[in-house]
């Protein structure tokens, strides 16, 4: 018996341990948790990204252009006629003004021609007016006679004279009606002689006038290939001359800007340390060899001040204007195709991805639609967008 109960309290108390051992186990790993519950919670490392704030401005969009100053008018003098050089009244860099002698060709060999026939055309008007009183002197005579011929042919029809005598007064009229006829050919002749003479005088005298070469316009002389005893001849570049006091800016439009410049658009350049403006004035209607148009712009004498031939300068031609429009530098946009960009937004320190409207571009800076003017954009190169996504934690760098 007393075994048995020796048993029983063995057992007893092994079952006590037991549970009291699960009991503070149970505590143990309780506590356990609740430590861990109240641990801070890992979290991944933020991205870092670079920034720039929208903002409300105006966004002229421009190109710039390598453009050159040219005279409004140029000539190159060539000369008319084939002739020596006589003379030439002007160098390189002298001013010229309209109707100047410039240049004066040997017209010797002219004006010995021109000599000739005027000497012609007045001895043919003196044989003309001699021709001309034959003429006067056949007709009074020719009327005489035709009197006499008529009073003879009565006579005679009356046999008051011989018929004999009436032919003879009538032959005699026909003899001077012929040396009238005859008369008056030779004076046509003259007068038609004269005309041609007349008609090669004024011939050598336009010839003479190809001999004294006269400025167009009021100019500079900027190229002189002509001396005195120099042979000229028509298509043989004698000077140049610019016109100094009327001058454009000029440049080359190539094909892909053709939809956009367009005559009247402003254009700005730098000049004597300020910005001027103007407008294109004329496209020129078919392109150069090298696949360009060719732009003009004239420029007021304000505009031209300080200016000098030859000076190269960037023009910058505006396109259009975008006023009071959220801007955005260029680097922010995501191109997932030409029509939707993208842009990421950083709103509480997450990416919103986010579509936006392109209007226009100049100068690193885009105007958009889609962006309020205070967000946050990222800004990143081309293969940094691989590693951002919709939703990610950022921080700004």
Known sequence: MKRFVHNGLRVLVVVVLAAALIAIGRGLILRKKHSLAEAPKYKAPATLVDTATAYLGDLPESHEYLAVIEPVK????????TATVESVAVDEGDSVTLGQTI???????????LASLEAQIKETQADLEGSRGTVASLQKSLAYWERETGRDKQLAERE????????????????????LVAAQQKSNALVQQIASLRAKAEELCTMLSYCVITSPFAAVVTSR???SGDQAAPGKALLVLQDAGSVMVTFDVPQTDLPAVKPGLELSFQANGETRTARITRLYPALNRARMLRAEVVLAEAQAAGLTLGQYMTATVVFQRHEQVPLIPVSALIERGLENPQVFVMKDGHLEARG????????EQAAVEGVEP?????????LGWARLADGMNVEAR
């Open 374 to 382: 205070g967000e946050e954009v990222v800004v990143n190169s081309f």
């Open 356 to 363: 936006v409207k392109v209007l226009g571009t100049a100068c």
């Open 160 to 179: 008051t004279i011989p018929g004999a005598e009436a032919e003879a007064t009538a032959e005699k009229k026909n003899e001077v009606q012929g040396n």
């Open 103 to 113: 240049i004066t060709l040997d017209h010797r060999q002219t004006d010995a021609q």
């Open 74 to 81: 140029q000539a190159t003098v060539t000369a008319r006629v």
């Open 225 to 227: 290939n002509v001396d």
